[in-house]
């Protein structure tokens, strides 16, 4: 859609602006008149025979099952269907979010059968599933996921785009925070998709519907990082940050992406980064808009960012600010923000459903800022809670935002969804939790010292909300368990990640000292040491003995100068592999590890003996490993011996099939000869040397035969698309020898699906592993999104 046009961007926001402002005087009226109280202190009492339980004298020695002290995800679902309280407790965490995401009314009969739905299914997914919460919501999950629904090509493209995301992250905003706010809004625009699909949806229809919202909840979300937390954190001057909402704003009113223009140079990458991104998706959502709804969503985009800038330039220090200015701007966004998400799908709307999204979006806000007040107030920023505690004694006019919170509640119950028994029941369990939540976190003793500084003028009310927060019970929600189990995923995952590639590093440096092989004293000139150590000077991986070091050192417990002679020698056997792989008569390569291939060099026939020598010198350094009993190490030898052989075959049938198109099966079996052998000796003869059980063997092989066919294609890829100057080595061999790849027999697309289901294949094998599998699980990932 190439149409191009410019909204009224004061006069859509001014009547916006008046919108809110009716909104926010009925609540300021409910303020004054106190009607809320009366009418929540009912709703509570009713409310209060689900959730505050009077135990017996029984009950409290009788041998239930206890609420687990820790919220681990598995656990806390095991302990609810054990106690029969997971059906009400994905009810009402699922009726939350119709009601929040989907701007549903919960007396409708169609949305209750719809919410049953949901229940059943995601019941059934949480207690059949045998994979770990890290596995059923990491990338694992997300395949598998998208495999069942065919939509394998767009998960990839959102995991590369994910990637990309965190790399753009600068220092100073916090890049798990973004994924975890991108994924959520990404997952809250395909489950809306999905509950408006019909049953008699085709197969076909439900891929395309579900890609499409996998790309618009993408595309919408990467605001959140690039745009909100980016001009909210303290990454951009103040300058650029004028410079930069100018653009976005222009962009807004006009419909059209500026060019990015000049900027400074410590910020030029970053924003030109951001700019590519942010126009990509910003044409992708326009292009998928309605032409009849393409100006309503310009205005509501244009709302929402201008509220967002209305807050952000305020200053705490200003004690001028009048309560309008304090509450409008956070209606709008709040309001405007869920509106969008219904807009960018171009989704259609049911009666009372714009009604409903606007009346709710301040609920959600005003319990966000309260929980995070003290984050808030620490860095400066003003919302109603920060202004409150830093003005009330001084400014009698202000409205005490946890009073005004009530008040919403009361309004939504009873104006919104007409006093509905299920509307209340949710939305008080919310409130509810959000204390509960926020008593956990801060502790009993700030907690108190809250309540008692936002405390308002009815004792009697205040008391009751305290009690429903100590005594009541069955609030939590789903979303909240997920989130938590996300963020502290996502936490671990980096940590883990940052060690990975640490161990890597110093493992890598420290085989690099050990490699070089010294010269005879001879009198006569002996070049072929001289090559050797040329090829095995080169910036290699060393990924091979590295993955030994790991399994063997940090599983195993073998004592790392022991398995030094293994070190060499699986380095010695690679080198000695490449070397042949680069000759003449087989691949013709000039580039190898950034540098002149070695018969470029030398000549093809010392090439060839430096490839001969390097593999007896690999087979003597197995032979001193004098620490292990001399069975085992003539196990590993033979085994050794074995797959050294088993490399060649494979070599060779790589050359006999050149020019010639394999078929699937026959570039698999190829690919195990060639990668997949290299990848089981470095985890298998460590294994060896532990004395492994056959069982943790066959898993490992099994591993290692994914992981090797997952890194030939990932190499088949790069060949196609990579960068040489990362790679070290010349693009378009493949190409240029005529050789069948997994790019050229199955397309980028099936190459890239394939690689996918091999690392999933990985993944399933590592379950009846003994030994920890952190360090497999993220070299399968290193494997899948290395760019070199």
């Given amino acids: 859609m190439s149409v191009e046009f410019v909204i009224n961007a004061d006069r859509c926001y001014q009547k916006a602006e008046e919108r809110a402002v009716n909104y926010f005087n009925t609540l300021h009226e409910q303020l004054k008149q106190k009607t809320y109280v009366h009418n929540l202190a009912k709703d509570f009492q009713s409310w209060k025979h689900n959730h505050i339980h009077h135990h017996s004298l029984f009950s409290l020695f009788s041998s239930g099952k206890r609420k687990p002290e820790s919220r681990g995800f598995n656990n806390y679902i095991k302990y609810l269907d054990y106690t029969n309280k997971l059906d009400p407790y994905l009810d009402r965490s699922i009726s939350y979010i119709?009601?929040?995401?989907?701007?549903?009314?919960?007396?409708?009969?169609?949305?209750?059968?719809?919410?049953?739905?949901?229940?059943?299914?995601?019941?059934?997914?949480?207690?059949?599933?045998?994979?770990?919460?890290?596995?059923?919501?990491?990338v694992v999950g997300m395949y598998k996921w998208a495999q069942k629904e065919a939509i394998e090509s767009t998960m990839i493209w959102l995991i590369e785009k994910l990637k990309t995301v965190s790399s753009y992250i600068p220092e100073g905003m916090d890049a798990d925070h973004a994924q975890r706010k991108l994924i959520k809004i990404i997952a809250g625009v395909v489950m809306q998709e999905i509950e408006e699909m019909s049953d008699e949806i085709s197969p076909e229809e439900r891929s395309l519907k579900l890609a499409r919202a996998i790309r618009i909840g993408y595309c919408y979300g990467l605001?959140?990082?690039?745009?909100?937390?980016?001009?909210?954190?303290?990454?951009?001057?103040?300058?650029?940050?004028?410079?930069y909402s100018d653009l976005i704003r222009t962009t807004l009113v006009t419909g059209a992406v500026p060019a990015l223009g000049d900027w400074a140079k410590d910020n030029l990458e970053l924003l030109t980064n951001i700019h590519s991104e942010l126009r990509e998706a910003f044409e992708f959502i326009k292009a998928n808009q309605r032409s009849e709804t393409l100006e309503s969503f310009f205005e509501q985009s244009y709302v929402f960012f201008q509220s967002q800038e209305v807050d952000r330039v305020k200053q705490l220090s200003n004690d001028k600010y009048t309560i309008e200015d304090i509450?409008?701007?956070?209606?709008?966004?709040?309001?405007?923000?869920?509106?969008?998400?219904?807009?960018?799908?171009?989704?259609?709307?049911?009666?009372?459903?714009?009604?409903?999204?606007?009346?709710?979006?301040?609920?959600?806000?005003?319990?966000?800022?309260?929980?995070?007040?003290?984050?808030?107030?620490e860095i400066g920023a003003v919302t109603p809670y920060t202004y409150y505690l830093t003005y009330h004694q001084k400014r009698n006019d202000l409205i005490n935002p946890f009073e005004l919170y009530w008040s919403v509640i009361s309004h939504l119950i009873h104006n919104v969804y007409y006093s509905d028994l299920k509307a209340c029941e949710v939305i008080l369990d919310r409130a509810i939790n959000g204390l509960k939540r926020f008593k956990v976190r801060m502790g009993t003793k700030k907690y108190n010292e809250v309540m008692k500084l936002f405390s308002f003028g009815h004792p009697k009310f205040n008391h009751l909300i305290q009690k429903m927060v100590e005594k009541a019970d069955d609030v939590?929600?789903?979303?909240?368990?997920?989130?938590?189990?996300?963020?502290?995923?996502?936490?671990?995952?980096?940590?883990?990640?940052?060690?990975?590639?640490?161990?890597?590093?110093?493992?890598?440096?420290?085989?690099?000292?050990l490699l070089p092989i010294h010269k005879n004293d001879s009198f006569l000139k002996e070049p072929i040491t001289e090559a050797a150590n040329y090829s095995l000077e080169g910036d290699g991986k060393r990924l091979r003995p590295i993955i030994t070091w790991n399994m063997g050192v940090s599983e195993y417990g073998l004592k790392s100068y022991a398995i030094v002679p293994l070190l060499r020698s699986l380095e010695y056997m690679?080198?000695?592999?490449?070397?042949?792989?680069?000759?003449?008569?087989?691949?013709?390569?000039?580039?190898?590890?950034?540098?002149?291939?070695?018969?470029?060099?030398?000549?093809?026939?010392?090439?060839?003996?430096?490839?001969?020598?390097?593999?007896?010198?690999?087979?003597?350094?197995?032979?001193?490993?004098?620490?292990?009993?001399?069975?085992?190490?003539?196990?590993?030898?033979?085994?050794?011996?074995?797959?050294?052989?088993?490399?060649?075959?494979?070599?060779?049938?790589?050359?006999?099939?050149?020019g010639k198109q394999l078929n699937l099966e026959q570039l698999n079996r190829l690919c195990f000869y060639k990668t997949g052998i290299a990848f089981e000796a470095s985890?298998?003869?460590?294994?060896?040397?532990?004395?492994?059980?056959?069982?943790?063997?066959?898993?490992?092989?099994?591993?290692?035969?994914?992981?090797?066919?997952?890194?030939?294609?990932?190499?088949?890829?790069?060949?196609?698309?990579?960068?040489?100057?990362?790679?070290?080595?010349?693009?378009?061999?493949?190409?240029?020898?005529?050789?069948?790849?997994?790019?050229?027999?199955?397309?980028?697309?099936?190459?890239?699906?394939?690689?996918?289901?091999?690392?999933?294949?990985?993944?399933d094998s590592l379950g009846v592993v003994q030994q920890r599998t952190t360090f497999l699980k993220h070299l399968l990932d290193y494997i899948v999104l290395r760019e070199n």
Avoid at 223 to 243: C, G, R
Avoid at 482 to 511: A, C, H, P, W, Y
Avoid at 597 to 617: C, D, P, R, S, W
């Fill in 476 to 513: 939590d929600f789903f979303d909240k368990l997920l989130r938590d189990q996300m963020i502290s995923n996502l936490k671990k995952d980096r940590k883990e990640r940052e060690e990975f590639l640490d161990t890597i590093e110093t493992v890598r440096s420290e085989i690099n000292h």
């Fill in 327 to 377: 509450f409008i701007p956070i209606i709008l966004k709040s309001s405007s923000s869920r509106l969008i998400v219904h807009s960018v799908r171009s989704a259609p709307e049911d009666d009372g459903f714009d009604s409903r999204t606007f009346y709710y979006g301040i609920y959600n806000q005003l319990a966000d800022d309260f929980a995070d007040m003290f984050d808030d107030l």
């Fill in 683 to 763: 985890l298998i003869m460590p294994a060896i040397l532990a004395n492994a059980k056959e069982q943790e063997m066959l898993a490992l092989k099994k591993y290692a035969y994914h992981a090797g066919i997952a890194f030939q294609i990932k190499d088949d890829l790069l060949d196609v698309e990579g960068n040489q100057a990362l790679l070290g080595k010349s693009i378009g061999k493949d190409l240029e020898n005529k050789n069948s790849t997994f790019a050229s027999i199955l397309g980028m697309d099936g190459a890239k699906k394939a690689m996918w289901d091999h690392y999933c294949l990985a993944i």
């Fill in 223 to 243: 605001t959140y990082p690039f745009i909100d937390d980016l001009l909210d954190a303290n990454v951009l001057s103040e300058k650029v940050k004028k410079h």
């Fill in 98 to 138: 119709f009601m929040r995401d989907l701007g549903a009314a919960l007396d409708s009969k169609d949305t209750q059968t719809r919410i049953q739905n949901v229940v059943a299914s995601l019941k059934k997914q949480l207690t059949t599933s045998s994979s770990s919460d890290t596995e059923m919501y990491g």
């Fill in 574 to 658: 690679h080198t000695a592999s490449l070397i042949f792989d680069d000759l003449p008569s087989q691949d013709n390569a000039s580039i190898r590890r950034g540098r002149s291939t070695l018969h470029m060099v030398y000549n093809n026939a010392i090439a060839e003996l430096t490839g001969l020598f390097l593999t007896q010198k690999a087979f003597e350094e197995q032979a001193t490993l004098d620490q292990f009993e001399s069975k085992t190490v003539l196990s590993l030898i033979h085994y050794s011996a074995k797959m050294t052989g088993e490399m060649c075959k494979g070599q060779a049938m790589d050359l006999e099939s050149r």
